[in-house]
């Protein structure tokens, strides 16, 4: 299967549009994919298709990120965020879906399993857990927080985001995160998210990881697994270790990779999916 065999759609969810890309045909238990804050579904192709041998697997655009639009009331709470993953399955009319969520979309399908358990076949958790290493939020919330308005050229953006712009994959990958704009190169990520890390940097007071995500994810009854990069930045070691004892039901594993698995291990990474939705016959 190419790498670039998807099919994409839209969903309408309260005042936005979700796009979404998809892989594969009708087969085990669907995969709904989310994306983190710095990513977007087009992250997701190759560890999607490869994901998708034997059924289907979508990765959206969370609202105000990607080809999905842009909220006009800036409505981008985690309750909003996990509706419009119910009406993403709804309009591919699935009951159910193994929720997998990366980083920030870890929170999203965390919480909507937990809140929705009736819809979670299962849940995957890609270098997420609900204690956040100080050096990866640090890091991120400097980045975002940081971001200009727009960029001059897609290498600028390349260059703030760290990235070699003679890459050409990594090229291919920016000029579909950004727009042009009469000012410039826009990422394509609503400023709201770079206006409240802007704030936390600003006051030093950033929006705490909600207190009922431990409880949500020891009690969860449906097939999980958590992941974590090896050079994650956001992901200590020891909060592995903590996921075991707290839910001894779910299994924990390590892939080689940075925070971005998708991007730094595709194949490892969809192999390790595959192996636990066949375990869990899913």
């Known amino acids: 299967m190419s790498i670039t065999e998807c099919t994409t759609g839209r969903v309408r969810s309260g005042d936005v549009e979700i796009f979404y ?3 594969g045909k009708p087969g085990g238990a669907p995969v709904l994919i989310v994306h983190g804050l710095s990513y977007f579904s087009y992250d997701w192709i190759e560890a999607g298709t490869l994901m998708a041998r ?22 981008y709470k985690l309750e909003t965020l996990s509706n419009d993953v119910i009406a993403v399955m709804d309009a591919l009319a699935w009951d159910k879906a193994v929720l997998m969520g ?4 870890g929170r999203v399908c965390l919480a909507t399993a937990g809140w929705k358990p009736e819809r979670a076949a299962g849940l995957i958790l890609a270098d997420f857990a609900p204690d956040i290493a100080a050096p990866g939020r640090k890091y991120t919330a400097q980045r ?4 200009p308005d727009v960029f001059a050229s897609v290498e600028d953006a390349m260059i703030y985001d760290h990235e070699d ?10 000029d ?38 431990w409880p949500m994810l020891s009690e969860m009854k449906a097939p999980t697994l958590v992941i974590r990069g090896s050079e994650s930045n956001m ?9 075991r004892k707290l ?32 375990t869990s016959r899913l």
């Open 21 to 23: 890309r998809k892989f």
């Open 54 to 75: 034997n059924r289907e697997v979508v990765a959206i655009d969370m609202r105000g990120f990607g080809d999905s639009s842009w909220s006009p009331t800036r409505d």
């Open 102 to 105: 990366h980083s920030f979309g």
């Open 144 to 147: 975002i927080g940081g971001q």
């Open 165 to 174: 712009p003679s890459n050409a994959k990594r090229r291919a990958r920016w």
């Open 176 to 213: 579909a995160f950004l727009k042009r704009t009469d000012k410039g190169y826009a990422l394509k990520r609503d400023l709201h998210y770079r206006d409240n890390f802007k704030r936390a940097l600003e006051t030093g007071q950033s929006a705490p990881v909600p207190a009922f995500f």
């Open 235 to 243: 992901f200590d070691p020891a909060t592995l270790d903590k996921v």
């Open 247 to 278: 839910n001894p039901r779910a299994t924990a594993i390590e892939l080689k990779g940075s925070h971005d698995l998708a991007g730094d291990n595709p194949q490892e990474l969809a192999r390790a999916v595959t192996d636990f939705l066949a």
